[in-house]
């Protein structure tokens, strides 16, 4: 008897490890929408010394999303979009951000800080490993473009965390 379902082999699960590059351009579009959203509803509800930095990120989420926008238009790009790589080990957590929290009228700076790390994580982790996995061309270009991106957003992010909770009396880890 087989160990296996009828039709969930090893072939099965190697298919169901992997996406099209379309459905993986989707999502993350998705993503960086969300984010935009996020932040966007948020700048009016945080004070003022974080303000600058959600109003930043805001900016930068509409950037990429339209990155993902111009990508759908490059010829080279539509020829590799059926192909199919191998899903991120962050997919389900980059999954997760697309749900937005309710950090209610008065969000806590921590609490902002906290999601945003969370974000620009999974971020980062996901699009490096997507970079490594997709073919060489305009997508991989950009996967690797923004896991720059999301690093150095992480690592601003980090400062001001630190600088928060610890009046910025501690170093801040390098990623």
Same mark, same amino acid.
């Given at each position: 008897m087989s160990e296996h379902p009828e039709g969930h082999g090893p072939a099965y699960e190697h298919l169901r490890a992997? %996406?099209?590059?379309a459905e993986i351009l989707q999502s993350a579009a998705e993503f960086e929408r969300k984010a935009h959203q996020f932040y966007t509803g948020l700048i009016p509800r945080v004070r003022k010394n974080l303000r600058y930095l959600v109003e930043?990120?805001?900016?930068?989420? %509409?950037?990429?999303?339209?990155? /993902? &926008?111009?990508?759908? =238009? $490059? #010829?080279?790009?539509?020829? &590799? *979009? &059926? =192909?199919? *790589?191998?899903? #991120?080990? =962050?997919?389900?957590? /980059?999954?997760?951000? *697309?749900?937005?929290?309710?950090?209610? $009228?008065? #969000?806590? $700076? &921590?609490? *902002?800080?906290?999601?945003?790390?969370?974000?620009?994580?999974?971020?980062? %982790?996901?699009?490096?490993?997507?970079a490594q996995n997709a073919p060489p061309g305009p997508i991989r270009q950009l996967f690797e473009y923004l896991a720059n991106e999301e690093t150095a957003h992480k690592l601003e992010l980090e400062k001001r965390y630190y600088e928060l909770v610890y009046g910025g009396s501690r170093m801040v880890p390098r990623v």
């Open positions: 992997r %996406k099209s590059l930043e990120l805001a900016a930068e989420e %509409k950037t990429h999303y339209e990155l /993902f &926008q111009r990508l759908a =238009e $490059d #010829p080279e790009a539509r020829q &590799q *979009i &059926q =192909e199919r *790589i191998a899903v #991120p080990r =962050e997919d389900h957590r /980059f999954s997760d951000y *697309i749900q937005l929290p309710d950090l209610g $009228d008065n #969000p806590d $700076d &921590q609490a *902002i800080l906290q999601y945003a790390l969370g974000r620009e994580d999974a971020a980062m %982790k996901q699009y490096r490993e997507l």
